[in-house]
């Protein structure tokens, strides 16, 4: 017993190192869960505990690498391995890579997910082992056995084996999934080995990435972007919904009196309920004003899109991009247009946003200045996305004063770590001075400033 | 005396009890609804809309020959329409009747704060039955936040102040069932008390089922190719892909409408079936490479 209660006390930890809430009480009804299942089904209790302590999808990713690293499916290569007769065979040379790949081009056009997994755990043992100088130096490596192995190669192969009963471009796209589906397995499979070589804690720390809504923007990967691509139009209906609610919750204006006389004659004349007017709404014309050069583009363009979701709760919505020239791309956001177009039209038109190519902040404020001075009154609002860092060029303070001022509110959102601001080139105290300087590093600050500001 | 348990005895029984009835539960579910009946902790049941989760309520209720009360959450719900409410217009009536006779205030006033006064609304009705009952709270996402707080009493102690007659306790637990479309986060105290389940759209192969036995009269053929179509729909970044409910309305048009074969001009032909926005819908044409 004793072994087992700690292993769920360190699993925990690491839970709440990675950033995921698990309160005593939590704890507790997980003890209580696992209890009431039989413990013969690894699923079983995987579920038995993202029942109790998983209560954000969100979250899910994460739990389900660090279960798998805290409660391997096996240790080391399996008992099945173990008991075959011909382990002495070559387990690492040209042939034997050949006949893997072959074995592997069945094996995925099978589909079995059973198969799958041992063929992952096999490719880790045979093509990802790096042998170290002592006990606990050698380790493994995802990348090495996928390098070496190279399943994407064998994409074409998987899908003539799939084209038997489906045209062949639906059999490419599926053999592209499983190829995916094998790589996240022989990673998986990467982390297991490695817990065990030097303790889970160890993998916990290193292997684990916070979910989605928490990435950073100037951290995501491309395949991170798309699925923050995604998030976005969830994100807004959230936010819509929210603010929607607060603003019903507020509606209450001054007393009805007519309505309410009239509603307590049916109580006898005494008024129980009380009506009262509706409140009008306030909506401010928003315009937006983007850094689109390369460091900060992927946070720029959600933003935009986050914003035109959004859109029907501003009066109107006038957008910008620079990098160190302005232009508008307010006629890219048709209603209903599907956001996927909509980033590829924004990254078409970047070329208009530059001369040189080298981020100025003070020609493009001044060009704005120059050219589009009319969209800012006095019941605008001026967003400006950015992370200040405008190759030690001349900053016009003084424009971005003018433009601050002719507007209602500004705010500029920085993508960067607050640690980092004033660092090299950026200019963050400078125009922070000027206009209110927020940080907004990932999704859920990004929801929780859009929704401040409504 | 503990009364015995009326839900499911262990995961494999509640799959098997489940199916029985219709609804097709994978493991995941099954057990995390027979850990909500053991552990008589209420099941907050989050996905997208259309994967059945309201289904899932009913179902157990069905299996378990348990009563199903349910309280549609929407915005502006509020402890009135959720707990109970006083009959204010028979409250009055009896003050009125009374004012001839010679009874004194205080009798009346204990007089009308009594049962026959009290209107049980669901939360409340929930509690009070003393025969097996899944609550079915759907939708609390809709509720405002103060909603959430009236919920955590019924939730965690499963009783209810009312301020004149006092603390009523549960005379058996109900078997409780949140659902959410998570279009707003919920509170941590109300998810600290609930054992939580993520609803996703099915594999493959347990959609086919589900088509399968939702709309028999399809053929199997047919349905395979269905069910792919959809998967494929699902992948594309879609602003509502589709769920179980369209694949089943889908098999059903297909039925409805004696389509023998689901080539590409019969997927443009009732493509509306399935996607419900026009940019959807050009998105799906476009990239399935239908011919519109």
Redesign the interface.
């Known amino acids: 017993m004793s072994g087992l209660v700690d292993r769920h006390i360190s699993f925990l930890e690491a839970l709440r190192a990675a950033g995921m ?1 698990v ?1 005593l ?2 704890d507790l ?1 997980a003890v ?2 696992l209890s ?3 413990w013969d089904r690894r ?2 209790v995987r ?2 505990y ?3 302590l ?4 969100s979250q ?1 990713p994460t739990f389900d690498t660090l279960f798998d690293v805290y409660f391997p499916r096996m240790v080391g290569d399996g008992v099945a391995r173990e008991q075959e007769p011909d382990a002495d065979r070559v387990q690492d040379n040209a042939a034997a890579l050949a006949a893997f790949r072959d074995d592997l081009v069945d094996g995925l056009a099978e589909g079995d997910r059973q198969a799958m997994l041992d063929l992952a755990a096999e490719m880790l043992a045979r093509f990802g082992a790096m042998p170290g100088r002592g006990p606990g130096l050698s380790s493994w490596s995802a990348y090495t056995a996928l390098q070496r192995v190279s399943p994407q190669e064998l994409v074409d192969r998987i899908a003539q084996a799939l084209q038997v009963d ?1 045209p062949l471009e ?1 059999a490419r ?1 599926e053999a592209r999934r499983r190829v995916g589906e094998l790589t996240g397995l022989v990673e998986a499979d990467a982390r297991r080995r490695i817990a065990e070589e030097k303790g889970p804690e160890h993998i916990a720390q290193v292997a684990v990435r916070p979910s989605i809504d928490r990435l950073d923007f100037t951290a995501a990967r491309k395949s991170d972007l798309e699925q923050m ?2 998030e976005i ?2 994100l807004a ?2 936010l819509a ?2 603010l ?2 607060e603003h ?2 507020r509606r209450r204006g001054p007393l009805d009196f007519r309505r309410t006389v009239r509603a307590s004659i049916s ?2 004349g ?1 008024p ?1 309920v009380t009506h009262h007017k509706p409140k009008r709404p306030h909506r401010t014309e928003l315009v937006v004003l983007c850094d689109v050069s390369g460091s900060v583009a992927s946070f720029a363009q959600f933003t935009l899109l986050l914003v035109y979701a959004l859109r029907e709760h501003f009066a109107s919505v006038r957008a910008f991009t620079f990098i160190d020239h302005v232009h508008e791309v307010t006629h890219h956001f048709r209603p ?5 177009d909509v980033l590829a039209d924004l990254a078409a038109s970047t070329a208009h946003a530059a001369l040189w190519g080298r981020t100025n902040y003070g020609r493009a404020l001044t060009k704005f200045e120059e050219s589009y001075a009319d969209a800012l009154g006095p019941k605008s609002s001026l967003l400006i996305l950015g992370d200040a860092r405008s190759n030690y060029a001349d900053l016009h303070v003084d424009v971005l004063q003018r433009l601050a001022g002719s507007a209602r509110h500004s705010w500029w959102l920085n993508p960067e770590h607050r640690r980092h601001w004033d660092t090299g080139d950026s200019a963050a105290s400078r125009y922070g001075a000027v206009v209110p300087m927020v940080e907004c590093r990932n999704l859920t600050q990004l929801g929780g400033f859009v929704h401040d500001i409504l | 005396m503990p009364q015995p348990s009326p839900w499911f005895t262990s995961p494999a029984d509640a799959v098997d009890r489940l199916a029985a009835s219709g609804y097709l539960a994978d493991e995941a579910t099954a057990t995390t609804a027979y850990l909500a009946g053991a552990l008589e902790k209420p099941l907050l049941v989050e996905g997208p809309a259309g994967v059945g989760k309201t289904e899932l309520a009913k179902a157990v209720a069905r299996v378990t020959g348990a009563e199903l009360v349910r309280l549609q959450c929407y915005e502006g719900l509020d402890e009135a329409r959720a707990l109970y409410e006083w009959n204010y217009k028979k409250q009055l009536l009896r003050i009125q009747a009374s004012q001839g006779s010679d009874q004194s205030w205080s009798a009346t006033h204990d007089d009308i704060f009594t049962d026959e006064f009290l209107l049980t609304r669901p939360l409340l009705t929930a509690i009070r039955r003393d025969e097996p009952t899944v609550l079915l709270v759907d939708e609390v996402d809709k509720t405002d936040v103060e909603v959430e707080g009236l919920l955590l009493e019924v939730l965690s102690d499963f009783q209810v102040t009312i301020p004149e007659l006092g603390t009523v306790a549960a005379l058996r637990r109900p078997f409780v069932v949140l659902t959410s479309n998570a279009s707003r986060e919920l509170s941590e105290a109300v998810k600290r008390r609930c054992l939580y389940l993520h609803l996703d759209y099915p594999d493959a192969a347990r959609e086919l089922q589900i088509v399968s036995s939702q709309v028999p009269d399809l053929e199997d053929r047919i349905a395979g190719r269905l069910v792919e179509t959809v998967g494929r729909l699902r992948d594309l970044d879609l602003k509502k892909a589709p769920s179980i409910a369209e694949s089943v309305d889908w098999a059903r048009t297909l039925v409805a409408l004696e389509i023998g074969e689901l080539d590409e001009k019969a997927v443009a032909d009732t493509l509306g079936v399935v996607l419900k926005h026009v940019s959807d819908q050009e998105k799906a044409i476009k990239e399935l490479r239908l011919r519109s």
């Open positions: 809430s309160s009480a939590e009804d209580a869960a009431a299942v039989a699923e079983v579920t038995a993202a029942a109790t998983v209560k954000k999808q899910r489906r639906d796209v691509g995604r139009y969830p209906r959230r919904t929210r929607t609610q019903h919750a109580t006898g005494v129980l209903g247009a599907d956001p996927g």
